[in-house]
């Protein structure tokens, strides 16, 4: 893990070592459970103990990691329960938004800013870009509620996904792959789904659309479920 960061002036969004490490955690690098050091994190990205400190007050808010008095700073393992939850608070804001974009209709510029996210998507479809994917995945959703001037509630989404972005790149990497000629893979599916959601907003279709976002939430779900039994060590009793 040695990364270095330079000098960066700025904290929290533009905190680098706040990126570095949250990325560390959505990809497993740093694993549910791993103990973290400030002194470590310091030197391993010849980083100043003020701007390391300062990304980890941020992470903790953010539940990447987990402090415990006269013990340290913990990842946080993954809970089942905060992944229920945030998929029902996306579901039912998500279809908040479809409903307004249908009955708004939607422009040819959001049309074409939509598509070309899932055009970039289409070309990050490894198991060595699956973060690149999933960013895209976020984008995607980041403008439905742009669209809806509800910036807002993407700042509350920020605050629930790190078990569900965790959950995603598990499920992209242990089940990315086709059990024949005529099976999706995750990511595929992923992508299938995004089109399926395009096309019914263009179309102006919203029950269509809202099945759609839910079914795309709750396979989240219902895969957590089994990486649960094939990862037991990443979540929580």
Known sequence: MQQSVGRPESSGKGNIVYELLKNQVLNLELKPGEMLSENSLAAQMHAGRPLVRDALAQLTEEGYVVVYPQRGTEVSMISQGRIRQAVQTH???????????????????QYRQLADILKIQQE??????????????????HLLMSFCGKELVWDLFRRMECDLRRVDYLRYTTFNYQESMSS???AENSMVEGKLL??????????????????HFNTIL???????????QYFTE
Do not use: H
């Open 124 to 141: 990050n479809n490894s198991k060595e870009s699956i973060m690149d994917f999933i960013v895209r995945e976020q984008d995607f959703y």
């Open 198 to 215: 395009l096309d019914n907003l263009r179309r102006g279709e919203t029950e269509a659309a809202c099945l759609v976002c839910s079914n």
């Open 91 to 109: 579901i039912i804001l998500e279809q908040a938004a479809i409903r307004e974009i249908c009955k708004d209709g939607l422009s040819g510029e």
């Open 184 to 186: 999706l893979s995750s």
């Open 222 to 232: 219902w895969s957590s479920d089994t990486l649960r039994s094939i990862y037991p």
